[in-house]
C-alpha cells in the first residue's frame, strides 16, 4: 500500500474511533504545546528577568539621592552637639540630611553594562524561541509518529481482512469436501497471527498518542484524533538543495546560533566595561544637612530656640568632586579583565560549535533527503510488485494451485512492502519538513 493509500485508510479509522472528538493539525498541535509547556514558561521567565536587568542597567545612568533623618536621646555626660562642651543634661536632638551623588566618569562601564545587558537580553528572547523550536520539532516527530503507527495499523487490518477471506473461502471447501481439515487450521492460524499483529500495532498507536498528549501537556485527554490527510509534499523532493545556500538562510535566523552571537556581543561589551576599572574615576555630590537640638537656646530669654528657626539657622550645604585613581589593588583589576578576556574568547569559541553543528546538522538533512527520496521511490515499486505477485498467487491459490504456506509467504512479502513504503514516505516527509523551517518556512506556529 503506498502513501496514498494508507491516507485514504486513515479516513476510515478516525471515523470509527473519533467521530465525535476533535481533529488536531499539526500546527494546532504545536500551538497547543507551546501554549502549555512549562518549561517554555520557565525560559519566558528568564527573559523577563534579563529584560529587567537591561532596563535597570539604563537607570543606573541616574543620580543616586539618600536622605536621613535621627532622633537622639542624650542622658548622662555627653557633648552638647551645639556648643561641643560636655553637658550632664538629659536632652534631645534630631538631625535631617539628603545627599545626591552622579559619576561624571567612570572609564564608561555603564555604557559598556547596558550595552552587555541588551545582548543578553536579546540573547535570551532568541532562546525563548529556541525553546519553543524544540519543543515544536518533538511534537511534529510525536505525531509522524502517530501517523506511521496509524499505517500500519490500516496495513494490518488489510492483511487480516485478506486471512479472513480466505479462510471462509477454506471453510467452504472443506464443508464441500474440496480441501483437507488441515487447510483449516493453516488457514486460522494465519489468521490468528494477523489479528494479534492488528492488536500489537494497536498498543504501539496508543502508546504514540500518549507520549504526543504529554509533549503538549494535554492531560484532561486519554485519546487524541489527527487530521485524516497530510501537508503536501515541499519542492525539495522536486528540486536539489544548495547546502550553502541552505547554511547562510539557517544561520541568519536559527535562534541557538543568533543567541550565542548576542552572547558574544555581550561578553565584549562586558570586557570593555571591565577594563573601565583600571581608568580614572570622576564623582560629583551635593548635600543639604541641618539639625534641631533642645540645647541651643535664645542667650537673652533663655528658651529654646524654635524648630523652625533652628531648621533654617542650622542648614549646611556642599557641593564637591571626587576623582579616584587606581594605583594599585593587588592587581586584582588586571586579574578580572584578563578573566573577562578568556570569557570572551570562550563565547567566540561556543559560537564556531554552534556554527559548526548546525552546518553538520544541515549536511546530514541534504543527504538522508537525497536518500530517502530514491528509497521511497524504490519503495512504491517495490509495493506494486509485490502486491502483483500477491494477487497472482491469491488466484492460484483459489484455484488450488499453490498451497496455503506460499500464499502466506506472498502474503507476508506484500505486508513488508507495504509498511517499507509507509516508513520512508513518513521519513522522507519529517526530513523535507526540517528542511523547509531551515529554509525560512512558517511550518510551525509558534506565536
Not at 528509497?375 to 517495490?382: A, F, L, P
Given at each position: ?6 491516507i485514504?485508510?486513515?479516513f476510515?479509522?478516525?471515523s ?41 542597567s ?54 559598556n ?37 496509524e ?15 480466505n ?17 483449516l487450521y ?15 500495532n ?39 538543495i ?30 570593555q ?64 579583565v584578563?578573566?573577562q578576556?578568556?570569557a570572551?574568547l ?36 517495490k509495493?506494486?510488485?509485490q ?34 513504503n ?26
Amino acid at each position: 500500500m503506498n502513501l496514498k493509500t494508507y491516507i485514504s485508510s486513515i479516513f476510515f479509522l478516525t471515523s470509527l474511533f473519533g467521530f465525535c472528538q476533535e481533529t488536531w493539525t499539526l500546527d494546532e498541535c504545536v500551538a497547543y504545546a507551546i501554549e502549555h509547556n512549562l518549561q517554555v514558561k520557565n525560559t519566558n521567565y528568564n527573559n523577563d528577568s534579563s529584560k529587567e536587568t537591561y532596563r535597570q542597567s539604563i537607570r543606573n545612568l541616574l543620580p543616586t539621592v539618600n536622605g536621613s533623618t535621627g532622633y537622639t536621646i542624650n542622658i548622662g555626660r555627653t557633648a552638647d552637639p551645639n556648643t561641643n562642651d560636655y553637658v550632664n543634661t538629659e536632652f534631645f536632638s534630631n538631625n535631617y540630611s539628603v545627599g545626591a551623588s552622579l559619576d561624571i566618569f567612570n572609564g564608561f562601564q555603564k555604557l559598556n553594562n547596558i550595552r552587555a545587558s541588551k545582548f543578553i537580553f536579546k540573547a535570551t528572547q532568541e532562546d525563548v524561541l529556541q525553546q519553543k523550536f524544540l519543543l515544536a520539532f518533538r511534537v511534529m516527530s510525536a505525531y509522524y509518529d502517530i501517523k506511521f503507527y496509524e499505517g500500519l495499523v490500516a496495513n494490518s487490518l488489510e492483511q487480516q481482512e485478506i486471512s479472513q477471506s480466505n479462510y471462509d473461502l477454506v471453510k467452504k471447501q472443506v464443508e464441500l469436501g474440496m480441501m483437507a481439515g488441515a487447510d483449516l487450521y493453516e488457514a486460522e492460524s494465519n489468521l490468528l497471527g494477523d489479528k494479534l499483529l492488528v492488536t500489537q500495532n494497536k498498543n504501539l498507536l496508543a502508546n504514540a498518542k500518549l507520549i504526543l498528549l504529554q509533549e503538549m501537556n494535554l492531560n484532561e485527554q486519554t485519546d487524541i484524533v489527527l487530521q485524516e490527510t497530510l501537508e503536501e509534499t515541499s519542492s525539495a523532493a522536486e528540486e536539489s538543495i544548495a547546502l550553502d545556500s541552505l547554511y547562510e538562510t539557517a544561520r541568519g535566523f536559527v535562534p541557538l546560533v543568533k543567541s550565542q552571537e548576542y552572547r558574544v556581543n555581550a561578553a565584549k561589551k562586558q570586557l570593555q566595561a571591565t577594563r573601565g576599572n583600571l581608568l580614572p574615576s570622576l564623582s560629583l555630590t551635593a548635600g543639604y544637612s541641618t539639625g534641631y537640638f533642645e540645647t541651643q537656646t535664645d542667650s537673652d530669654t533663655g528658651k529654646i530656640i524654635p524648630f523652625k528657626t533652628q531648621f533654617n539657622d542650622n542648614a549646611s550645604k556642599y557641593v564637591a568632586a571626587q576623582l579616584s585613581i587606581p594605583i594599585s589593588n593587588g592587581w586584582s583589576a588586571h586579574s578580572r579583565v584578563k578573566q573577562q578576556k578568556i570569557a570572551y574568547l570562550q563565547a567566540k569559541n561556543n559560537l564556531e560549535i554552534q556554527e559548526q553543528e548546525l552546518f553538520k546538522l544541515l549536511q546530514q538533512l541534504v543527504q538522508d533527503n537525497q536518500s530517502f527520496m530514491a528509497e521511497y521511490e524504490q519503495s512504491n515499486q517495490k509495493v506494486k510488485a509485490q502486491q502483483l505477485a500477491f494477487d497472482i498467487a491469491q488466484k492460484k491459490y483459489e484455484k488450488g494451485l499453490i498451497n496455503s504456506l506460499d500464499l502466506f509467504q506472498a502474503k507476508n512479502l506484500y505486508g513488508v512492502a507495504q509498511n517499507e513504503n509507509l516508513q520512508v514516505g513518513l521519513k522522507l516527509k519529517v526530513n523535507q519538513s526540517t528542511i523547509d523551517f531551515y529554509s525560512g518556512l512558517p511550518i510551525f506556529n509558534i506565536n
